[in-house]
């Protein structure tokens, strides 16, 4: 058993965490313009400043025994209502420090490399203000020790997610597409505030410790019941189906952004809710099944639409969408799978974020166009965006000794212990992973040139290559320092459990038919579009291939399933409102004929329908009183 | 309920007596229908002014009337004061006081934004 | 037959016995009504230039001077006037969030260097809309000061409604609080027309609703024999078996009640009056009355009818219920955006209501911070209105807020601030008030009336995220209004409610500790 250390030493410095760059995005956010010359350096200061922190606390962590490496530390009571206790209160254990790491050291590289890439915006330092408003939100999020605080970063990473994604307002798609996901995220926060009510109600407490204690004395009803809805919360936020169609659109914000928030760390967060929530998920069997049907439904959804789009950031965001149905898919296997699900989750953040950084790269070259149907043949021009986006190619396919050669097949390994279906399933879409990511290096790095006539393709500036060059190092050696030197699976042990289960096939096997399935997809997309000439135009397609250009779908679904009746119910009820009181009114004022005529021309307007609806009203509340106290 | 039947028995006489009359009037009464009949009623004679524009009256009508009422049920709330007085000694003489000044204070408000004159 | 008719009815053996006042309890009552006749007196006799200044300074002088009393009553617990008054922990909280709101409005209402031509109210309220006497009253700058004696019998009765322990009293408190409010509403400078009519409908449905609260109010007392909540409450213990009666009694006495904190279905009056009474005037009365209503409401409940809770309560679910949906989905559609505001006020009652179904002290002390909060962000709101302006007036059509955020960055932030805490995002006051009322109801069984509630505050997001969205995201167009910087009148209660916007919702433990001091209502 674990025991709660008090945040002494380094320790005490768990605020500043946060502290430092949200100090960074208020200073930007209040200082306006005039902070435009050196506010940028400032948020990227903080942030790599709290990576310091952080690498310092991990260091000291390991000194630790691993029992001892919980550390929480309470700043003061939040909320105390009656039975109700919410203390703003930090709880920094083996999880929350790697996802401290993740956050801060990938954002920090990420805000290096903003640096370049929005040199030319106008409001810049409004950008790196989001920017750091989202690592302050997301360390909150990652290192509360209470579901009520983490709600608040969870939504403060949403409202930094909306600004950033809108953050070129002046694009009409982009307003509408920060609207979309702002709406959709509130539909898994439905779930989240309907978890957190449930979990008081049940357990009289919202924090970790409290909850996690006592959870397997609850009804497993109950336990169902908060983990389907901690599932939807965690759907809507990382992009899973049925909720995931806002994550496309979301490409519209800059591509730092997408690379930071849509692809390494925010989406993540429903994998760690998940993985977190491993006390209730272990006993709630329904909901824990669900998870991995979730899972590898989008596995599939993601896969489809990243092999159809031609637009290079949203075939990403497909990916993205794809590999953390893998991790969502693991973290509903149990303790045979959180680990693997975070470890998937590391690698994927680095190697994803090399990825977008890399679009981002080429897009800068290319005048800002999108379509990979006008690039091709970049490998000459843009070599070491082409070297690093190769890591990510050759790491994101899983071939060894790539970082996500080790933490994919874990996942499909331990799926295969689950069922054979499961790790089927998982094992195809490793081939379509292969497949895309091929069409995709293919179609922008290798083959004819296909530009357009004023572009210019040339390397980016040094600022931006040098995080493409780490993030290109760690997606080739991550994996193999997690597993090998850092133990990814005892470090995380002690708090999201693991246990090795029989699989029925042996690991060489599996890593044998995914490879397989690697390579048919890689040949395939090689087929087709190396040996064939890539036209610009995109041609007509197969009905499977025209459905994932319109994301399956996914928002017609949407709007006839909420939209639609919430707009009509609106609209009904003002028509109600209006009309229909009215109408009675009149409607009866025929009955009663001339007499009435004269009066209602000295009437006010509509202040009798007010007053017969009062009426109305009044007998319903009467009957209602005479009825229930007669009962 | 018993001690209530009464009551509504009376209410439904009371109204079964009006329906009844209007509609006898309604019924048997010869319809002749003149301007006067459909001015408003004041006693018989014209009422003035003649409303102007569709139906608007000086608002000094409705002044005058409301100072009326104000001051009305001032001298009803004198009266079982005045009654009573010996009982409620100096306690309702302070507490009537008051209860005047208040309606002074209105009278005077009323004088200095020349309420009270006509013109 | 109660002590009350004896006395009444006997040959007048019994000896008149002395009423025993605690005058200093009421101290915050008889300031008010003190400045108000003073007020009334300075309209008669002071010169029109003067009178202006003499009534700010008496008006903020006799709300100041009553805050102070009220705080230093603090812990008080008694009732006086034979039973009348009932000053105890929840009367003075409601005393006191009523003065402070009270003083914000009427900071409002004192501006005068946002409106070119003067202040919010027309300068002669009887002169006819667009006449030439209207015209010459603007050109010579004229002010109408009567609006301070309005605010203080507004104020005056708004205390004593909160404060009235037997139905008479809050009767009398209702219409104190009421006449002036009518009034106000229909005093505006622009848009006379729908002033005026918004004023007449206001007093019109106001009227008849008192009427329900009066013929209720006669209903209990045939029953008890008495005015008494008190009383009521305890034939209602001894006489169990008794029905109808009893259940007209409450029911219209709720309908009075409820039309004042605009539920479901006694709303209709909310966006007209909202829309056309004068901006500060809304702000003033969207806030306090709120205050007043539920405070008289809750001491119904849970002093005089507290016993009878397995009656109302279902009738209550459902207004509750009701309030909060039509609130949240008819305000979507709004363009208007005070009328946008009147609907979400009704769908805010609706939740409060959900406080209130409660029914027990937690319901109670949720429900007076809910009351605490939402009166701070609501006047903020109706601040920021009369500030954002075209050459017409106050700019209400949505469609001139577009790109707002990038004329005037730090009002549409303040803005966004309230929208933000009206629709409940944690950080905000609303965001605590909203969980306090849920956590309360959920404590009391009453989770699929959360249920509802939490679903209706997904839709109210979207029409508060809405106008964010308009401000921030959409480009500024030819219509779109410019925002006047008002005097330090307007600042002072625009900071005043954001600061307390935000401080409710990062450090609301202070508040909560009054609450909870503050204990429930005396019997």
């Given at each position: 058993m674990?025991?709660?250390?008090p945040?002494e030493?380094v320790f005490?410095l768990i605020?500043?965490?946060?502290a430092?760059?949200?100090?960074?995005?208020?200073?930007?956010?209040v200082?306006?313009?005039?902070?435009?010359a050196?506010?940028?350096?400032?948020?990227?200061?903080?942030?790599?400043?709290?990576a310091v922190?952080g690498i310092?606390m991990l260091?000291?962590?390991?000194?630790?025994?691993?029992e001892?490496r919980t550390?929480?530390?309470?700043?003061?009571?939040?909320?105390?209502?009656?039975?109700f206790?919410?203390?703003?209160?930090f709880?920094?254990?083996?999880?929350?420090?790697v996802?401290v790491?993740l956050?801060?050291?990938?954002?920090?590289?990420?805000?290096?490399?903003?640096?370049?890439?929005?040199s030319?915006?106008?409001?810049?330092?409004?950008?790196?203000?989001?920017?750091n408003?989202?690592?302050?939100?997301?360390l909150?999020?990652v290192?509360a020790n209470?579901y009520?605080?983490?709600?608040?970063?969870?939504?403060g990473v949403?409202?930094?997610?909306?600004?950033?994604?809108?953050?070129?307002?002046?694009?009409?798609?982009?307003?509408a597409?920060?609207?979309?996901?702002?709406?959709?995220?509130?539909?898994?926060?439905v779930?989240?505030?309907?978890?957190?009510m449930?979990m008081f109600?049940?357990f009289?407490?919202?924090?970790f410790?409290?909850?996690?204690g006592?959870?397997?004395?609850?009804?497993?009803?109950?336990l169902?019941a908060?983990?389907l809805?901690?599932?939807?919360?965690?759907?809507?936020k990382?992009?899973?189906?049925?909720l995931?169609?806002?994550?496309?659109?979301?490409m519209?914000g800059p591509?730092?952004v997408s690379?930071?928030?849509?692809?390494?760390?925010?989406?993540?967060?429903?994998?760690?809710?998940?993985?977190r929530?491993n006390a209730i998920?272990?006993v709630?069997?329904?909901?824990?099944t669900?998870?991995?049907v979730?899972?590898v439904?989008?596995?599939?959804?993601?896969?489809?639409?990243?092999?159809?789009?031609?637009d290079i950031?949203?075939?990403?965001a497909g990916s993205?969408?794809s590999?953390?149905?893998?991790?969502?898919?693991a973290?509903?296997?149990?303790?045979?799978g959180?680990?693997f699900?975070?470890?998937?989750?590391?690698?994927?953040?680095?190697?994803k974020?090399?990825?977008?950084?890399?679009?981002?790269?080429?897009?800068?070259?290319?005048?800002d166009?999108?379509?990979?149907?006008?690039?091709g043949?970049?490998r000459k021009?843009?070599?070491?965006t082409?070297?690093?986006?190769?890591?990510?190619?050759l790491?994101?396919?899983?071939?060894p000794?790539?970082?996500?050669?080790?933490?994919?097949d874990?996942i499909?390994h331990?799926?295969?212990?689950?069922s054979?279906?499961?790790g089927?399933?998982?094992?195809?879409?490793?081939g379509?992973?292969g497949?895309y990511m091929t069409?995709m290096?293919?179609?922008?790095?290798l083959?004819?040139?296909r530009?357009?006539?004023?572009v210019?393709?040339?390397e980016?500036p040094?600022?931006m290559?040098?995080p493409?060059?780490?993030?290109?190092i760690?997606?080739?050696f991550?994996?193999m320092?997690?597993?090998?030197?850092?133990n990814?699976?005892t470090?995380?042990?002690p708090?999201?459990?693991?246990?090795?289960g029989?699989?029925?096939?042996?690991?060489?096997?599996s890593i044998?038919?995914?490879l397989?399935a690697?390579?048919l997809?890689?040949?395939v997309?090689?087929?087709?579009?190396q040996r064939r000439?890539?036209?610009?135009e995109?041609p007509?397609?197969s009905?499977l291939?025209?459905?994932?250009r319109n994301?399956?779908y996914g928002?017609?679904?949407n709007?006839?399933?909420v939209v639609?009746?919430?707009?009509?119910?609106?609209?009904?009820?003002?028509w109600f409102?209006?009309?229909?009181v009215?109408?009675?009114?009149?409607?009866?004022?025929a009955?009663?004929?001339?007499?009435?005529?004269?009066?209602?021309r000295y009437?006010?307007?509509?202040?009798?329908?007010?007053a017969?609806?009062?009426v109305?009203g009044?007998?319903?509340?009467?009957?209602a009183?005479?009825?229930v106290r007669?009962? | 309920?018993?001690?209530y039947t009464?009551?509504?028995?009376l209410?439904?006489?009371?109204?079964g007596?009006?329906?009844?009359?209007?509609?006898?009037?309604?019924?048997?009464?010869?319809k002749?229908?003149?301007r006067?009949?459909?001015?408003?009623?004041?006693?018989g004679i014209?009422?003035?002014?003649?409303?102007?524009?569709?139906g608007?009256?000086?608002?000094?009508y409705?002044l005058t009337a409301?100072?009326?009422?104000?001051?009305?049920i001032e001298?009803?709330?004198l009266y079982?004061?005045?009654?009573?007085?010996?009982q409620l000694?100096l306690?309702?003489?302070?507490?009537?006081?008051?209860?005047i000044i208040t309606?002074?204070v209105?009278?005077?408000?009323?004088w200095r934004?020349?309420?009270?004159?006509?013109? | 037959?109660?002590?009350?008719l004896a006395?009444?009815g006997?040959?007048?053996?019994?000896?008149f016995t002395?009423p025993?006042?605690?005058y200093y309890?009421?101290?915050?009552?008889?300031?008010?009504?003190?400045?108000?006749v003073?007020?009334v007196?300075v309209?008669?006799f002071v010169?029109?230039r003067?009178?202006?200044?003499?009534?700010l300074?008496i008006?903020?002088?006799?709300?100041v001077?009553a805050?102070?009393?009220?705080i230093?009553l603090r812990?008080?617990?008694?009732v006086?006037g034979e039973?009348?008054?009932a000053?105890?922990?929840?009367?003075?909280?409601?005393?006191?969030?009523?003065l402070?709101?009270?003083?914000l409005g009427?900071?409002?209402?004192a501006?005068?260097?946002?409106?070119?031509?003067?202040d919010?109210?027309a300068p002669r309220a009887?002169?006819?809309?667009?006449s030439?006497?209207?015209?010459?009253f603007?050109?010579?700058?004229?002010?109408q000061?009567?609006?301070w004696?309005?605010?203080l019998?507004?104020?005056t009765g708004?205390?004593?409604?909160?404060?009235?322990?037997d139905?008479?009293v809050m009767?009398?408190?209702?219409?104190v609080m009421?006449?002036p409010l009518?009034?106000?509403?229909?005093?505006?400078?622009?848009?006379r027309?729908?002033?005026?009519e918004a004023a007449?409908?206001y007093?019109?449905l106001?009227?008849f609703?008192?009427?329900?609260f009066?013929?209720?109010a006669?209903?209990?007392?045939?029953?008890?024999?008495?005015?008494?909540?008190v009383a009521i409450s305890?034939?209602?213990s001894?006489k169990t078996g008794e029905?109808?009666?009893v259940?007209?009694?409450i029911?219209?006495?709720m309908?009075g009640?409820?039309?004042?904190?605009?539920?479901?279905?006694?709303?209709q009056?909310?966006p007209?009056?909202y829309q056309?009474?004068?901006?500060?005037?809304?702000g003033?009365?969207a806030?306090?009355v709120?205050?007043a209503?539920?405070?008289?409401?809750l001491?119904?409940?849970?002093?005089s009818?507290?016993?009878?809770?397995?009656?109302?309560e279902p009738?209550l679910?459902?207004?509750?219920?009701?309030?909060?949906?039509?609130?949240s989905?008819v305000?979507?559609t709004q363009?208007d955006?005070k009328?946008?505001?009147?609907?979400s006020?009704?769908?805010q009652?609706g939740?409060?209501?959900?406080?209130?179904?409660?029914?027990s002290p937690?319901?109670l002390?949720?429900a007076?911070f809910?009351l605490v909060?939402?009166a701070?962000t609501?006047?903020?709101?109706?601040?920021?209105i009369t500030?954002?302006?075209?050459?017409s007036g106050e700019?209400?059509?949505?469609s001139?807020?577009a790109?707002l955020?990038k004329?005037?960055?730090?009002?549409a932030?303040?803005?966004?601030?309230f929208m933000l805490?009206?629709?409940?995002i944690p950080?905000?006051?609303?965001f605590v008030g909203?969980f306090?009322v849920?956590?309360?109801?959920i404590?009391s069984?009453?989770?699929?009336?959360?249920?509802?509630?939490v679903?209706?505050?997904?839709?109210?997001?979207?029409?508060?995220v809405r106008?964010?969205?308009l401000?921030y995201f959409?480009d500024p167009?030819?219509?779109?209004?410019?925002?006047?910087?008002?005097?330090?009148?307007?600042?002072i209660?625009?900071?005043?409610?954001a600061?307390?916007t935000?401080?409710?919702?990062?450090?609301?433990?202070?508040?909560?500790?009054?609450i909870t001091?503050?204990?429930?209502?005396?019997?």
């Open positions: 674990t025991e709660l250390m945040a030493g005490s605020w500043l965490l946060i430092l760059p949200l100090a960074g995005a208020a200073v930007l956010l200082g306006g313009r005039r902070t435009n050196w506010g940028p350096l400032l948020g990227v200061l903080t942030v790599s400043a709290s922190l310092v260091l000291q962590m390991m000194q630790n025994s691993p001892q550390f929480d530390q309470t700043l003061f009571s939040w909320v105390f209502v009656g039975g206790q919410a203390d703003m209160a709880q920094l254990d083996q999880l929350s420090m996802f790491l956050i801060t050291i990938v954002g920090a590289l990420i805000h290096v490399y903003s640096l370049g890439y929005m030319h915006d106008r409001d810049k330092r409004k950008f790196f203000g989001y920017l408003l989202f690592v302050a939100a997301m909150i999020l290192l209470n009520l605080l983490l709600y608040v970063g969870w939504e949403g409202l930094a997610s909306y600004l950033l994604i809108g953050f070129w307002q002046h694009k009409p798609s982009a307003a597409a920060a609207k979309k996901a702002f709406v959709i995220n509130r539909i898994g926060d779930g989240m505030s309907l978890a957190i449930l109600v049940t009289g407490t919202v924090s410790q409290g909850v996690f006592v959870a397997d004395q609850a009804s497993e009803g109950t169902n908060i983990g809805l901690l599932l939807l919360a965690a759907c809507g990382s992009a899973q189906f049925p995931q169609a806002w994550l496309l659109d979301a519209e591509t730092p690379a930071l928030i849509h692809a390494a760390t925010m989406v993540t967060a429903g994998v760690y809710l998940i993985a929530s998920f272990d709630a069997t329904v909901a824990a669900t998870v991995v979730v899972g439904v989008t596995v599939f959804i993601g896969a489809i639409i990243g092999s159809a789009k031609d950031k949203k075939s990403l993205t969408m590999q953390i149905g893998y991790m969502i898919a973290a509903g296997l149990g303790p045979i959180y680990v699900a975070i470890f998937h989750l590391l690698t994927h953040g680095v190697f974020a090399g990825l977008f950084l890399g679009a981002g790269s080429v897009m800068h070259g290319m005048n166009n999108v379509d990979m149907r006008r690039y043949a970049l021009v843009m070599i070491v082409y070297v690093t986006f190769a890591a990510g190619w790491s994101i396919m899983g071939i000794p790539f970082s996500g050669f080790f933490s994919k874990e499909i331990a799926a295969f212990e689950q054979v279906l499961t089927v399933l998982l094992i195809i879409g490793a379509v992973t497949f069409r290096f293919i179609m922008t790095f083959g004819k040139a530009w357009e006539d004023d210019h393709p040339h980016s040094k600022v290559t040098v493409l060059v780490l993030l290109a760690g997606s080739l991550l994996g320092a997690l597993l090998y030197w850092g990814i699976e470090w995380l042990e708090v999201v459990g693991y246990e090795a029989e699989s029925p096939i042996s690991t060489t096997a044998a038919l995914s397989l690697v390579g997809g890689v040949l997309a090689y087929l087709m579009y000439a890539v036209p610009i995109a007509h397609g009905w291939t025209r459905a994932a994301e399956l928002n017609e679904v709007d006839v399933l639609q009746p919430t707009y009509y119910t609106s609209r009904w009820l003002v409102d209006n009309k229909g009215d109408g009675f009114v009149n409607g009866s004022a009955f009663v004929g001339g007499l009435s005529g004269r009066m209602r009437q006010t307007g509509f202040a009798r329908s007010y017969l609806s009062m109305g009044a007998v319903l509340v009467v009957l009183l005479v009825l007669a009962s | 309920m018993n001690v009464p009551i509504l028995v209410g439904l006489l009371a109204f007596f009006a329906a009844f009359s209007v509609a006898a009037a309604t019924v048997t009464g010869p002749r229908y003149n006067a009949k459909y001015d408003a009623y004041e006693c014209e009422p003035t002014p003649q409303p102007i524009g569709g608007r009256f000086p608002v000094k409705y409301m100072l009326f009422i104000v001051f009305d001298i009803v709330f079982p004061w005045a009654v009573a007085f010996d000694a306690f309702g003489l302070i507490e009537m006081f008051l209860f309606v002074l209105v009278y005077a408000y009323v934004r020349r309420g009270l004159e006509w013109d | 037959m109660s002590p009350l006395s009444v006997a040959e007048t053996e019994t000896a002395m025993s006042i605690n309890a009421i101290a915050p009552i008889l300031i008010l009504f003190g400045a108000a003073v007020s007196l309209e008669a010169p029109q003067g009178r202006r200044p003499v009534q300074v008006v903020v002088g006799s709300i001077a805050l102070a009393v009220t230093d812990g008080t617990r008694l006086t039973g009348a008054i000053v105890d922990g929840p009367t003075l909280l409601m005393w006191g969030a009523l402070v709101i009270g003083l009427a900071l409002l209402m501006e005068r260097s946002i409106d070119p031509l003067g919010a109210f009887s002169a006819l809309p667009g030439e006497d209207e015209q010459e603007t050109r010579r700058g004229f002010l000061t009567e609006v004696p309005f605010l019998f507004a104020l708004m205390l004593v409604f909160v404060a009235s322990n139905l008479l009767f009398v408190a209702l219409e009421s006449l009518y009034l106000l509403a229909g005093m505006a400078r622009r848009r027309l729908l002033s005026q007449l409908k007093f019109l106001g009227a609703s008192s009427a329900f009066l013929y209720g006669a209903m209990l007392y045939g029953f008890s024999g008495s005015v008494s909540l305890d034939t209602l001894a029905g109808s009666l259940a007209i009694g029911a219209l006495l309908v009640l409820l039309f004042k904190v605009a539920a479901v279905p006694f709303h009056w909310t007209d009056v056309g009474a004068p901006t500060p005037v809304t003033f009365m806030a306090t709120k205050i209503a539920f405070g008289a409401l001491r119904v409940l849970y002093v009818l507290g016993g009878l809770r397995w009656d109302w009738m679910w459902i207004i509750a219920a009701l309030t909060m949906l039509v609130g989905v305000a979507i363009t955006i009328r946008m505001l009147a609907y006020s009704i769908a009652a939740f409060i209501l959900v406080g209130v179904v409660a029914a937690q319901g002390a949720s007076l809910y909060a939402y701070f609501t006047i903020g709101t109706f601040a920021v500030m954002v302006r075209d050459a700019a209400t059509h949505l001139k807020w790109g955020g004329k005037s960055p730090v009002v932030a303040v803005f966004s601030l805490s009206l629709a409940g950080l905000t006051s609303g909203k306090g849920f956590a309360a109801a404590d069984g009453n989770t699929w009336l959360v249920i509802v509630g679903v209706a505050s997904v839709i109210a997001a979207f029409f508060y106008v964010i969205v401000m959409s167009t030819p219509d779109t209004a410019s925002v006047v910087i008002p005097s330090a009148f307007t600042t209660a625009l900071t005043a409610s600061v307390m935000i401080a409710l919702g990062v450090f609301p433990q202070w508040l909560l500790d009054i001091q503050a204990g429930v209502f005396i019997r």
